[in-house]
Every structure is written in C-alpha cells, then in structure tokens.
C-alpha cells in the first residue's frame, strides 16, 4: 500500500513552529493535520472525514477471511506530545458496518468510541461510554440487537477499572442481558435468559435424539477470570407449560436393548412438562454438569400417569460447539469443492436397490428376532425415573469409496 503524506510548516526552526497537512495511505484518509510546537511540546489536532468502512480492506489479515461490506467510519483527535509524555483525546464514530466471514455475517454495526490515552492508558468513556449497537449476527444462532456499554480503563487496575453494562441481545425467540461486568472481576456478573425458545436451541445445536418445546428462563452467574468456573451455580427453570418428545427410533432402540430401562423410557416418549429446575455449573475447561428434576404428564398408547423425572447430564460444551462447526465447515467445503465423478449417483442407487433386495429375499423367518411384549399398566402412584447421561464427543468422518479415492488423490484439499 503506497503510503504519503504533505505536511506545511511555518515559522522559525526552533521554537512556535507551526504545521498544517494531510496523511493517507492509499484509498485511506485524508486525514487532516494541524498544529504547533510550542517549546518542548508539540501540540496539534486532527480530522478524519466520513470515509467508507471497505477502504481498509487490504489491512485484514488474509487468514481471518473477513470481507467488509459497508459502513462509514469518521474520527478526531486532540494530542499533546513531548519526549517524556504523550497524551490524546477525541472520538470514533463506525455507523452502519457490514463485514461477512465463511461462518458469519455481522450486519448494522453502530460504534462510538469516546476516549483518552494518558501514560500507555487508554480512559474508555470519557464523557459518555463507548457505546456499541449490532442489528444482526448470523451464526450457528441467529443475534439480533446486540448492544453494549463501556466505561474505564484499559489496562484496568483496582484503582482504575474497567466496566461493561447494559448488554442485551435478542436470541432464540427471547432475550439474554448482563447487567454490568466490573473487571478485575471479584463476583460474577449475572447473565439472564428470559422466554428463551428450548425448541430453537435445540435446532441449532442440532439435536436429534429429543424434541423440546416452550419457554425456559434461568439466571448464570459468569467469571471471565476464574481459576475453576465459568458459570457456578446457575438455574433454568420453565415459566410455563412445555414438551418432550424422545425420537421413536432412538426410543424403541432403548427398549429393545434393556427392557427394564425400556419401561422408563416409554414414559418418556411424550411428557408435558408442569414444572422444571435445573443446576448448572460449568467448569473453565468446558465440562458442563447439568441436574434436572421435571415433573409433569406423560402419555404412552392410551396410558397417562404422573411422572417425575431427575436427569443428571454430562458434557464438554467447547467440543460439542467444535463438533457442531466442524460438521458445518466440511459440510459447505464439499459442496463448493468437490464433484464426484460422472455415474456416482448411478452407481449408488443400483447399490441401494441391490442391498435392499438382498434383505428382503434372505428367506429366514425374522418373528424370532422381535423384542419381548411389555405391558404398561398405569399406576395411581407418580413414577419416579433416575437419569443419568454423559456425552463424549468423537469426529468420525466416513465417506463413500468414489469419495475417498477423490481425497486420496487430492491431499491438497486439506
């Protein structure tokens, strides 16, 4: 990027030198420049007029894949220097940022950066605070009206700290809000989930073994900095009527596995959901502990009894959200890369014809292989199921023989 720069001086060559000029750096700027040294201190203003947000472009890392959009961005600036100090104030207004990268898109960004740099310390929020409004983000969970309050130091200190307030987003059909997150943090600041949708959450983290439905709230107490947690004693809970549903295969398979867990889990095919709790706490390496009392109706044939439910779940969130953007980036790379030779759908379907008439001419008697009948009989007691699930995420890509010779031949795919 050609880099140049006109500045005018005027005055004599020691002392009350003044200066007045323009600096840019190929389509970025001209900022204008003005001002004096006066002795030992220089001193000077500076204007930066309303420029598109796409003329820094080349200044993006090629590895952060990032295309900027639109957007206007203006500046100014007030600086007093020495040999010994340097010190500067003003503000950076962004309005209307666009910028899409290969997982997301960030649409409407609206920034205000008022500030004030003193001794290597930037004063964030002089006058008001920084202020940062987003229409939209599009990921693996669609945000949007994302909006954030910053006020402090930077680097913070205890005598000096730094402060975000007044977070809020709308997300999964309801709302996610921080009140204020002091750092250095010494209690943790509590994120709240209102009227969140467990239907949309469950879409996106694309689950297939249960469907939810309804509304669910909860309160997470959240470190950025602690030694063990990342959210300590946190609670969800439902504020109103809400659903499960066990998918059927993965249901009969349970039954046909253990027929004794099977009695449970035909319980737990469909049950209307009265009341919820949950603890939750997570640790700073990921794992996720979660335990669950439900009560509600549960239906199975034309049965319905009480049930109560206490479901005890392990995970690693940072793997299943690794997992879930893995499966999506391999997922799009094939699509836009790879073409499977002439004749492969071919080629599968008379293999699929051929293995399912192979199945449904083998001439053995399969009545034999069917699960043992279990009656369910409704109980006038409640039922009580004790639950308990750890999940272990492990990537197994398995592809079809055209496929792998195509990766085998190709090792600069990846």
């Known amino acids: 990027m050609t880099k140049t720069g006109v500045i005018k001086q005027h005055g004599s060559l020691l002392f009350n030198k003044a200066f007045r000029g323009t600096l840019h ?45 639109s957007g206007m961005l203006h500046a100014q600036v007030a600086f007093s220097a ?21 997982d997301n898109q960030i649409n409407g960004v609206n920034f205000v950066l008022p500030f004030r740099v003193s001794q290597g310390v930037w004063h964030l929020g002089t006058r008001r605070p920084v202020s940062l409004r987003i229409d939209e983000v599009i990921n693996q969970i669609t945000a949007r009206y994302l909006s954030a309050d910053l006020q402090g130091a930077w680097p913070w200190s205890e005598q000096s700290p730094l402060q975000l307030s ?53 309160a997470l ?32 398979a349970l039954v046909n596995d253990n027929i004794a867990a099977g009695a449970a ?32 109706v549960s239906r199975f044939g034309d049965k319905r009894n009480t049930v109560h439910l206490n479901y005890a779940h392990q995970e690693n969130m940072f793997d299943l959200w690794r997992n879930l953007r893995f ?22 379907q008379v293999r699929n014809k051929n293995e399912k008439r192979a199945n449904g001419h083998t001439g053995r008697d399969h009545t034999d292989r069917l699960p043992p009948r279990l009656e369910i009989t409704a109980s006038k007691e409640p039922i009580t199921i004790n639950m308990n699930v750890k999940i272990e995420h492990e990537i197994h890509i398995s592809v079809d023989k055209d496929v792998e010779a195509l990766l085998k031949s190709r090792s600069d795919l990846f």
């Open 82 to 102: 020495t040999t010994h100090e340097f010190t500067a104030g003003g503000h950076a207004v962004l309005a209307g940022g666009r910028a899409w990268m290969p």
């Open 166 to 218: 007044n977070v809020s987003v709308d997300v999964l059909g309801g709302k996610v809000m921080i009140q204020q997150l002091r750092m250095p943090q010494h209690t943790p600041a509590l994120l709240r989930l209102q009227q969140l949708s467990s239907s949309e959450l469950i879409s996106a983290i694309n689950v297939k073994q249960f469907a939810l439905s309804g509304a669910f709230n909860g």
């Open 25 to 69: 750096a190929g389509q970025i700027g001209p900022v204008q420049v003005t001002g004096r040294r006066d002795h030992q201190r220089l001193r000077g203003k500076a204007w930066w007029p309303k420029q598109s947000l796409t003329v820094f472009q080349p200044l993006i890392p090629p590895a952060w894949k990032m295309m900027l959009r």
């Open 221 to 252: 107490p959240l470190w950025l900095n602690n030694n063990q947690w990342i959210i300590q004693d946190g609670w969800l809970n439902n504020p109103g009527p809400m659903t499960l549903r066990l998918d059927k295969d993965m249901a009969d």
């Open 327 to 348: 499966g999506d980036n391999v997922q799009t790379w094939f699509e836009q890369h790879v073409r499977l030779p002439a004749g492969h759908a071919e080629k599968q």
């Open 265 to 296: 889990i035909n319980w737990l095919r469909y049950m209307e959901i009265n009341r919820s709790w949950a603890h939750i706490n997570m640790d700073n390496r990921g794992g996720l502990t979660l335990n669950a009392n439900v009560s509600g």
